[in-house]
């Protein structure tokens, strides 16, 4: 057998090897990602757990799909305690909270694969089961509600805050008015249509297994925040207690709380 005969084999050689290489990464990335997304549409946490880093486990990405995380970010964007609301307006928070999560992955489809070494990076599509911008619009859906109340009971919210405090007053505005506005985002959740959003998942080989270390959506979304960050301003005793104001808040904590959900 010639020198270059071998030389050609051994490159052929060579080359079946990388490629099957390269196939059984591809494979082995792909079972990964699939079961993880998997686990997250199932909301099963533990099981998402086998397919990720513990250091991804633990991110604030992972954290927006735990209902308790969601109820507090509630609560900070309103400047508000959680024993400042009465049983049925944390109710309703948890509820909701619940609802997204239990709503926010409904299926996928990996669309494209690349690895590089010991890092893979994978495209997929998302299809969540609400619509993340659908909030958006709740102040306007409960204008009416609000007004009304701010009409009936504004006689009463002086009253509340001349004898008790600003405090007492938001309290009061608060359990009165956050089960309203909720109650119209969860009318949202449910009649809104499913949407999707490209997502990118990276991943690691770790002893042999790939495991994702970060995901990254690629969906425009309603800058909510800085209006949330405003939450818990009171009023003056002067001044006639702002009540759709203060559920403007509300409806924009929710929206900040549906918005991170989806990331």
Not at 131 to 159: F, K, M, R, W
Not at 233 to 238: H, L, S
Request: charged share 30%; with cysteine.
């Amino acid at each position: 057998m010639s020198r270059r005969l071998i030389s050609v084999l051994v490159t052929v050689f060579t080359v079946m090897l990388l490629a099957t290489g390269c196939n059984s990464d591809q494979k082995a990335v792909t079972e990964s990602v699939e079961g993880f997304l998997n686990a997250m549409v199932a909301n099963d946490m533990e099981k998402a757990s086998q397919y990720a880093t513990e250091d991804f486990m633990k991110s604030d990405t992972m954290k927006l799909m735990q209902p308790d995380y969601l109820a507090d970010t509630f609560y900070s964007a309103m400047g508000i305690e959680k024993n400042d609301l009465d049983e049925k307006a944390q109710n309703a928070v948890n509820e909701y909270v619940k609802n997204v999560v239990d709503k926010a992955y409904k299926s996928f489809e990996i669309q494209d694969i690349k690895v590089q070494e010991e890092t893979a990076a994978v495209t997929a599509r998302i299809t969540l089961g609400y619509n993340p911008d659908a909030s958006s619009n709740v102040s306007d859906d409960t204008g009416d509600l609000i007004n009304a109340y701010q009409t009936e009971h504004y006689d009463e919210l002086i009253t509340i805050y001349t004898e008790e405090g600003e405090k007492a007053m938001n309290k009061k505005i608060y359990n009165d008015l956050i089960p309203i506005v909720i109650s119209k985002m969860q009318e949202a959740l449910e009649s809104g249509e499913p949407s999707e959003e490209k997502t990118i998942l990276s991943l690691v080989k770790k002893d042999g297994k790939w495991l994702v270390t970060d995901l990254e959506e690629n969906r425009p979304g309603a800058a909510a925040g800085d209006t949330a960050a405003e939450a818990g301003d009171g009023n003056t005793a002067e001044e006639k207690p702002e009540a759709g104001e203060t559920a403007d808040k509300a409806a924009a904590a929710e929206a900040t709380t549906q918005e991170e959900t989806a990331k």
